[in-house]
């Protein structure tokens, strides 16, 4: 939804426009390829809290406009990128699962791409303060988030302290012009 709201902020025939509605398309395939994964796996207790301060969290991405919109897509985006691939290493159990791997490795690669693209679209705008302290902010509370499932993460062999370390911190290049 992020995506296409972005989009519409455009012409309909902007290369912008169709660039994020390329992204949100992705975003579409990723929701369902993750449904797909979760199928697959037994049913686990349902805690509402993480879903709860997901759902309050990604309303407030919105606030101040398109530019610091971009900005915190960009610095989430690259937050799960460096969570996948702590999910991703070679020795972890989801490597032993080459139907997971392969969906997860594709998701790693398209969100890459995507924290390429809201980063340039964003630097688009002009480096402001506003946008780095709105993406670093953005990162701290999907790290506050994630530090819920701090259990599921040392199940996958991911040290959720080091883990949460990581994702708080906007890495030094992300918004640098």
């Given at each position: 939804m992020a995506f296409d709201g972005?989009?519409?902020?455009?012409?309909?025939?902007?290369?912008?426009?169709?660039?994020?509605?390329?992204?949100?398309a992705e975003e579409r395939l990723h929701d369902r390829l993750i449904?797909?994964?979760q199928s697959g796996l037994p049913e686990a207790a349902q805690d509402r809290?993480?879903?709860?301060?997901?759902?309050?969290?990604?309303i407030g991405l919105v606030r101040g406009g398109p530019a610091l919109h971009l900005a915190r897509i960009a610095a989430l985006d690259s937050a799960v990128c460096l969570m996948f691939g702590r999910l991703l290493r070679h020795d972890g159990p989801v490597a032993a699962d080459p139907e997971i791997l392969s969906i997860l490795r594709?998701?790693?690669r398209d969100e890459a791409r995507h924290v390429r693209v809201t980063r340039g679209l964003a630097l688009d705008h002009g480096l402001t303060v506003a946008m780095r302290d709105a993406a670093a902010a953005a990162r701290g509370g999907l790290a506050a988030i994630l530090r819920l499932a701090g259990d599921a993460?040392?199940?996958l062999h991911v040290d959720p302290a080091v883990l949460d370390r990581d994702l708080s911190r906007l890495p030094d290049g992300l918004l640098k012009t």
């Open positions: 972005l989009a519409e902020c455009h012409a309909q025939d902007d290369p912008t426009a169709r660039t994020l509605r390329d992204i949100a449904r797909q994964v809290s993480p879903i709860e301060a997901a759902r309050r969290f990604h594709r998701i790693h993460f040392e199940a």
